[in-house]
């Protein structure tokens, strides 16, 4: 298991950036695929990005439309959301989640990760 820690968010407003992290701990870092995912009150839990063991991206393009870059830095165990250009409908709980096992095609999956952080709040006014 790998243990998630996020941090980053907060009370921005409109058009405004914000950047969370997210610190693992356990298990080798590099070996994982790590996604954030967000979660709305009264909604389901979506996806927004995942980063692959190797650095490579994938992007819920409906809903981020190149506002949101994910990156990670294995030396530190972190994965990083840059969120510019926020937007009211952007509020909700964010979260990182850790997969050892996880491939593309399931990356957009919630249930394909196995390690979750506890969340930090994403709050955007108009």
């Known amino acids: 298991q790998v243990q998630l820690v996020e941090s980053g968010g907060g009370l921005v407003q409109a058009g405004d950036s914000l950047r969370l992290s997210c610190a693992a701990s356990?298990?080798?870092?590099?070996?994982?695929?790590m996604g954030w995912f967000r979660q709305a009150p009264g909604k389901e839990r979506e996806f927004v990005a995942a980063?692959?063991?190797?650095?490579?991206?994938?992007y819920d393009t409906n809903s981020v439309k190149g506002r949101f870059t994910i990156s990670r830095e294995n030396a530190k165990k972190t994965v990083y959301l840059q969120m510019n250009t926020l937007q009211p409908e952007d509020t909700a709980t964010y979260y990182c989640?850790?997969?050892?096992?996880?491939?593309?095609?399931?990356?957009?999956?919630?249930?394909?990760?196995?390690?979750w952080g506890q969340g930090t709040q994403v709050t955007v006014s108009s």
């Open positions: 980063s692959s063991r190797t650095g490579g991206s994938s």
């Open positions: 356990g298990r080798t870092f590099s070996s994982d695929a």
């Open positions: 989640a850790a997969s050892f096992s996880v491939i593309t095609s399931q990356y957009r999956n919630d249930r394909a990760y196995a390690s």
